[in-house]
């Protein structure tokens, strides 16, 4: 099953940098088969932000997939107090691009791109 898997930076209120705001966000995608599995990924992915987090900080920016998000800081872990994340399964099948290019499915089925 897939899930994304959003990661929440909370800033130290007296180290916050002036604009910041008080939570920062970074978005994973995961797929695992089991919730064993999906912990294992989560604590995995969690290790990427020992030294802080890349985020934006415009999440709109994101929105739009056809254009790069050159929007981002790195945010140091000595201005984090803590990290959380939240799980959402995504329904549906994620598409998936092979090393040749080629998208598709994990249950077989190309895509077609008009």
Same mark, same amino acid.
């Given at each position: @099953?897939? #899930?994304? *898997?959003?990661?929440?930076?909370?800033?130290? =209120?007296?180290?916050?940098? &002036?604009?910041?705001?008080? /939570? /920062?966000?970074?978005? /994973? $995608?995961?797929? /695992?088969?089991? &919730?064993?599995?999906? *912990?294992?990924?989560?604590?995995?992915? %969690?290790?990427? #932000?020992? $030294?802080?987090? %890349? *985020?934006?900080?415009?999440?709109?920016a @994101?929105?739009?997939?056809? =254009? &790069?998000?050159?929007?981002?800081? $790195? +945010? #140091?872990?000595s201005?984090?107090?803590?990290?959380? $994340? %939240?799980? =959402?399964?995504?329904?549906?099948? +994620?598409? @998936?691009?092979?090393?040749?290019?080629? +998208? #598709?499915?994990? %249950?077989?089925?190309d895509? +077609?791109?008009?």
């Amino acid at each position: @099953m897939d #899930y994304l *898997v959003r990661f929440f930076g909370h800033l130290d =209120k007296f180290r916050r940098p &002036a604009g910041f705001p008080d /939570v /920062v966000s970074d978005d /994973v $995608f995961v797929r /695992v088969n089991n &919730a064993q599995d999906l *912990v294992q990924a989560i604590n995995n992915e %969690s290790k990427k #932000y020992l $030294f802080g987090m %890349s *985020v934006t900080l415009n999440p709109q920016a @994101m929105l739009d997939t056809q =254009k &790069a998000d050159t929007n981002r800081v $790195f +945010v #140091y872990s000595s201005i984090l107090t803590h990290i959380t $994340f %939240s799980i =959402k399964p995504l329904q549906g099948e +994620v598409p @998936m691009v092979a090393d040749d290019g080629r +998208v #598709y499915l994990n %249950s077989g089925k190309d895509i +077609v791109i008009h």
